[in-house]
């Protein structure tokens, strides 16, 4: 099949997973030639403050998805161009879990991710979080707040190794539907992309693409559903997947 689009995570996948992490030379020259011939995106946990500038750094110009899937960034409008928001009735009903487990949980509106204190939540939230969970406890906590409906729940890498945030969106917050949110503003079918990741949140975005892509350093459960695995970030994955399946 001809591939129309490669839609990547980040951290751990297009750049080292470090807050600090900056796609290489070689990563950024293939983009750039995959993009006379495909369209290129990433979806990723990173909230657009910290997500803009890889995107910019990797010369992508078509529609991301960011913080945790519940938002659409335009990097050539350089605004969110969609927002899917956690209703208000989860939110206190994932406030009062975190609560009873006296977990101390952040506030994500999108603009600001800031511990919740107290008092009324914004009108539009994106996600509650509880940051540097190991992630058996965070497995755990997982399959505790899934029984609450209309809730996704991600588990997202953190930059402390062996830790993971515990993430609850929106249930059309998760990769999957950023795919094919982006897929319908760029006019391709999902099953068109190659989708590429690391991660344990990154088994949507796989299950939503056509080739499924793992890196070397990816989670042995995501390899395990792979169709190919790449090499490792620190190798050049990105450049590597880039070259063997749109330039060859």
């Known amino acids: 099949m001809k591939y129309k689009a490669i839609i990547m995570d980040v951290d751990?996948?297009?750049?080292?997973?470090?807050?600090?992490?900056v796609p290489t030379p070689r990563v950024v020259r293939a983009v750039e030639a995959a993009q006379r011939q495909a369209h290129v995106s990433v979806c990723t946990s990173r909230p657009i403050f910290i997500a803009k500038d890889v995107i910019h750094a990797l010369g992508i110009y078509d529609p991301c998805g960011i913080n945790d899937?519940?938002?659409?960034?335009?990097?050539?409008?350089?605004?969110?161009?969609?927002?899917?928001?956690?209703?208000?009735?989860?939110?206190?009903?994932?406030?009062?879990?975190f609560a009873k487990k006296k977990l101390r949980f952040m506030v994500n509106t999108g603009e600001t991710e800031e511990y919740y204190e107290g008092g009324p939540f914004p009108d539009e939230v994106c996600s509650l979080c509880v940051p540097e969970v190991p992630v058996q406890i965070a497995m755990a906590l997982r399959d505790e707040l899934t029984k609450i409906a209309n809730i996704s729940?991600?588990?997202?890498?953190?930059?402390?190794?062996?830790?993971?945030?515990?993430?609850?969106?929106?249930?059309?917050?998760?990769?999957?539907?950023?795919?094919?949110?982006?897929?319908?503003r760029i006019?391709?079918?999902?099953?068109?992309?190659?989708?590429?990741g690391d991660g344990y949140n990154d088994f949507p975005l796989l299950e939503a693409c056509?080739?499924?892509?793992?890196?070397?350093?990816?989670?042995?459960?995501?390899?395990?559903?792979a169709d190919f695995i790449a090499p490792t970030v620190a190798e050049?994955?990105?450049?590597?997947?880039?070259e063997k399946f749109i330039l060859s």
Request: proline content about 7%.
């Open 12 to 21: 751990g996948t297009s750049v080292p997973n470090a807050i600090d992490g």
């Open 69 to 97: 899937a519940t938002q659409i960034y335009d990097p050539t409008k350089k605004k969110i161009v969609k927002t899917f928001a956690l209703p208000q009735k989860e939110i206190g009903l994932v406030s009062d879990f």
């Open 153 to 184: 729940v991600q588990t997202p890498p953190s930059y402390e190794k062996g830790n993971v945030w515990v993430s609850v969106t929106s249930a059309t917050a998760t990769k999957l539907h950023s795919v094919v949110e982006i897929c319908t």
């Open 187 to 196: 006019g391709v079918r999902p099953e068109e992309t190659i989708g590429i």
């Open 210 to 225: 056509g080739l499924k892509i793992a890196m070397g350093n990816a989670v042995p459960e995501l390899k395990a559903v």
């Open 236 to 242: 050049d994955g990105v450049a590597t997947v880039i």
